[in-house]
């Protein structure tokens, strides 16, 4: 199966990360382009791409761009979230660390449609080195006029920070990314008021994935029919698939969103390693509800997967073979989520810990029979009822797990 | 306590933002860039420049992984245990570091060079397993690999 490179055209280039190799291959030609046309243009461009964020929600990005208020007297800030922590999950990693430029000219041209004229990329503290990176190709830009007064004589401002976050998982959850960026513990906020509303030092802020935004240089050169004629109807354009665990050919691939799953664990990672059996496959990152092997027939976009009752999730596919313990997978995502939770709201501190103890116990083989149905009862009694989604990012994973596999576990109690 | 150096860092860097109490993460990183970790003073000092409690800033200090808030040795060695690269190894790997090293997880070497941690998921799952030694990454690790790396930072520390 062949790849459509649109994202991760110039990543394989000798000094990817340069503006010139950037330039070389039409980087910044989409910027001129948009900076001909209104900021509504190119909002509604966007809008009929059909482009959904690739952060994890697949909210449509025109959509969240909308809810900035028109004519208003703060600044609006534009953050680039870069805080990559979903575990199974590293192709912002890979094109921040390749080809910088791509989300510098997807964030200027963001910025000019939501009458932005600062933006910060929130970086997760330990891609240190990929801050360097970004921080280098901002210079560059600048230098050329790319970022800056007066871009490209257009009369139009922009310039991005790079912040760089300093470990914690919930950070990437927009509102406690914006509470860490105003140098804060990064706990959410209460919604409403959204960011749109009141984000950034009470401003109004969008906040969008270094993938969504890389996305826009593309959708502005080549116009909006060209993006949404790749995928499937709902689910436009390429997705960059990020593939672990027990394959042969792990790595970070691009493909229209709709291929199947099936087609990306066996010809394009090469397969289970040891040719051992498919067990299951975690589709879109950790939070994301498992696929028994039997379930893994599915396509691999927004709507299919929910269909399926999981989530596309951030796409990073964790494929798991016959000699994988489930029950220890679960007990490792409960271990996971209790460490990262913030503490702030009751059901996912307290509910994300007693998961860990009870899964702990009957890991280590001391678990009571009635253990599984209080597993199942925290999941479900718990669900829903916290400032973000971290406590159900724990819950649906886990009930998902001891649902699907309850023989597992239940051979490790008796 | 911050240098006379580290304070001005701080003060300009908090020119960068429109909100200045956004330098308090960088300021963080400021204090501890020279000995590895921050200490009570260091905290002090930041939130007179910030002029926020010392109660807050160190409740700021306390919620990030990244920032030490106990000596940590010259090499700071971060294992990824999360699922990727579980499913490859990684406990095993944290094994033989613990004996190589003589240390649990959590610690440091008595000489101050080595300190090891278990982390989450670091973001490089195609080439797990993985590891981090202060700002770098070490990837797709073997045994036989771990040895050569180990060897290689002890020859540096002499």
Redesign the interface.
């Given at each position: 199966m062949e790849e459509l490179k649109i994202l991760l055209k110039n990543i394989h280039k000798d000094e990817s990360k340069k503006l010139e190799t950037y330039i070389s291959g039409g980087g910044y030609e989409a910027l001129q382009k948009a900076l001909s046309k209104k900021p509504d243009d190119i909002v509604e461009t966007v809008k009929k791409s059909g482009l959904r964020g690739r952060g994890g929600a697949g909210f449509p990005a025109a959509v969240k761009w909308n809810f900035i208020p028109r004519d208003c007297s703060q600044?609006v800030y534009l953050i680039a979230n870069a805080d990559?922590?979903?575990?199974?999950?590293?192709k912002?990693?890979i094109l921040m660390e390749k080809d910088p430029h791509l989300l510098i000219e997807g964030m200027l041209i963001a910025g000019y449609a939501v009458h932005s004229f600062?933006g910060f990329i929130y970086i997760?503290?330990?891609?240190?080195?990929i801050a360097q990176i970004l921080e280098q190709a901002i210079a560059e830009a600048r230098q050329a006029g790319y970022l800056g007064k007066n871009i490209l004589k257009s009369g139009f401002n922009f310039d991005i920070?790079v912040?760089?976050?300093?470990?914690?998982?919930v950070c990437g959850e927009e509102t406690a990314l914006i509470e860490?960026?105003?140098?804060?513990?990064?706990q959410p906020r209460l919604k409403p008021p959204y960011p749109a509303a009141s984000g950034l030092?009470g401003s109004p802020t969008v906040v969008n994935n270094v993938e969504t935004l890389a996305c826009l240089p593309f959708i502005v050169r080549e116009g909006p029919e060209r993006f949404a004629s790749i995928g499937i109807p709902g689910n436009t354009g390429t997705k960059l698939f990020?593939?672990?665990?027990?394959v042969n050919k792990?790595?970070?691939y691009e493909f229209p969103l709709g291929v199947p799953l099936l087609n990306l664990v066996y010809d394009v990672a090469g397969g289970i390693r040891g040719d051992r059996k498919l067990k299951a496959v975690?589709p879109g990152g950790?939070s994301t509800p498992v696929l028994s092997a039997r379930e893994a027939d599915v396509l691999m976009d927004f709507d299919s997967l929910a269909a399926a009752g999981t989530m596309l999730g951030s796409a990073?596919v964790?494929v798991?073979s016959e000699n994988?313990s489930i029950p220890?997978?679960a007990l490792?995502?409960a271990r996971?989520y209790a460490?990262?939770s913030?503490g702030q709201c009751t059901p996912c501190r307290e509910g994300t810990g007693k998961l860990r103890l009870l899964l702990e116990r009957i890991f280590l083989g001391s678990g009571e029979a009635d253990d599984i149905r209080r597993i199942m009862k925290i999941c479900t009694s718990l669900k829903g009822i916290s400032l973000c989604p971290l406590g159900d990012a724990a819950f649906l994973p886990i009930f998902n797990f001891v649902e699907k596999f309850h023989g597992e576990f239940e051979a490790l109690i008796r | 306590m911050l240098s006379i150096k580290q304070k001005d860092d701080i003060r300009k860097k908090a020119k960068e933002f429109p909100g200045h109490r956004s330098v308090s993460l960088p300021a963080l990183y400021i204090a501890q860039s020279g000995k590895g970790y921050i200490d009570r003073k260091d905290i002090e000092e930041i939130a007179g420049i910030l002029s926020i409690s010392y109660a807050e800033l160190y409740g700021i200090a306390s919620f990030y992984n990244l920032i030490h808030r106990k000596p940590i040795g010259k090499f700071h060695i971060q294992v990824c245990t999360n699922i990727s690269c579980s499913l490859l190894g990684a406990e095993h790997l944290l094994t033989r570091l613990e004996k190589k090293l003589g240390i649990r997880e959590g610690g440091a070497t008595a000489d101050g060079i080595f300190s090891l941690e278990s982390v989450e998921c670091l973001g490089s799952c195609d080439k797990a397993p993985v590891m981090m030694i202060n700002e770098k990454f070490h990837e797709a690790l073997t045994e036989k690999k771990l040895s050569r790396i180990l060897a290689s930072l002890k020859e540096k520390a002499e």
């Amino acid at each position: 199966m062949e790849e459509l490179k649109i994202l991760l055209k110039n990543i394989h280039k000798d000094e990817s990360k340069k503006l010139e190799t950037y330039i070389s291959g039409g980087g910044y030609e989409a910027l001129q382009k948009a900076l001909s046309k209104k900021p509504d243009d190119i909002v509604e461009t966007v809008k009929k791409s059909g482009l959904r964020g690739r952060g994890g929600a697949g909210f449509p990005a025109a959509v969240k761009w909308n809810f900035i208020p028109r004519d208003c007297s703060q600044p609006v800030y534009l953050i680039a979230n870069a805080d990559e922590g979903e575990p199974g999950t590293f192709k912002d990693h890979i094109l921040m660390e390749k080809d910088p430029h791509l989300l510098i000219e997807g964030m200027l041209i963001a910025g000019y449609a939501v009458h932005s004229f600062q933006g910060f990329i929130y970086i997760r503290g330990e891609f240190a080195e990929i801050a360097q990176i970004l921080e280098q190709a901002i210079a560059e830009a600048r230098q050329a006029g790319y970022l800056g007064k007066n871009i490209l004589k257009s009369g139009f401002n922009f310039d991005i920070n790079v912040y760089r976050g300093a470990g914690s998982y919930v950070c990437g959850e927009e509102t406690a990314l914006i509470e860490s960026l105003e140098g804060k513990r990064g706990q959410p906020r209460l919604k409403p008021p959204y960011p749109a509303a009141s984000g950034l030092y009470g401003s109004p802020t969008v906040v969008n994935n270094v993938e969504t935004l890389a996305c826009l240089p593309f959708i502005v050169r080549e116009g909006p029919e060209r993006f949404a004629s790749i995928g499937i109807p709902g689910n436009t354009g390429t997705k960059l698939f990020c593939i672990s665990g027990e394959v042969n050919k792990p790595g970070c691939y691009e493909f229209p969103l709709g291929v199947p799953l099936l087609n990306l664990v066996y010809d394009v990672a090469g397969g289970i390693r040891g040719d051992r059996k498919l067990k299951a496959v975690i589709p879109g990152g950790l939070s994301t509800p498992v696929l028994s092997a039997r379930e893994a027939d599915v396509l691999m976009d927004f709507d299919s997967l929910a269909a399926a009752g999981t989530m596309l999730g951030s796409a990073g596919v964790i494929v798991l073979s016959e000699n994988a313990s489930i029950p220890e997978i679960a007990l490792r995502t409960a271990r996971f989520y209790a460490n990262e939770s913030c503490g702030q709201c009751t059901p996912c501190r307290e509910g994300t810990g007693k998961l860990r103890l009870l899964l702990e116990r009957i890991f280590l083989g001391s678990g009571e029979a009635d253990d599984i149905r209080r597993i199942m009862k925290i999941c479900t009694s718990l669900k829903g009822i916290s400032l973000c989604p971290l406590g159900d990012a724990a819950f649906l994973p886990i009930f998902n797990f001891v649902e699907k596999f309850h023989g597992e576990f239940e051979a490790l109690i008796r | 306590m911050l240098s006379i150096k580290q304070k001005d860092d701080i003060r300009k860097k908090a020119k960068e933002f429109p909100g200045h109490r956004s330098v308090s993460l960088p300021a963080l990183y400021i204090a501890q860039s020279g000995k590895g970790y921050i200490d009570r003073k260091d905290i002090e000092e930041i939130a007179g420049i910030l002029s926020i409690s010392y109660a807050e800033l160190y409740g700021i200090a306390s919620f990030y992984n990244l920032i030490h808030r106990k000596p940590i040795g010259k090499f700071h060695i971060q294992v990824c245990t999360n699922i990727s690269c579980s499913l490859l190894g990684a406990e095993h790997l944290l094994t033989r570091l613990e004996k190589k090293l003589g240390i649990r997880e959590g610690g440091a070497t008595a000489d101050g060079i080595f300190s090891l941690e278990s982390v989450e998921c670091l973001g490089s799952c195609d080439k797990a397993p993985v590891m981090m030694i202060n700002e770098k990454f070490h990837e797709a690790l073997t045994e036989k690999k771990l040895s050569r790396i180990l060897a290689s930072l002890k020859e540096k520390a002499e």
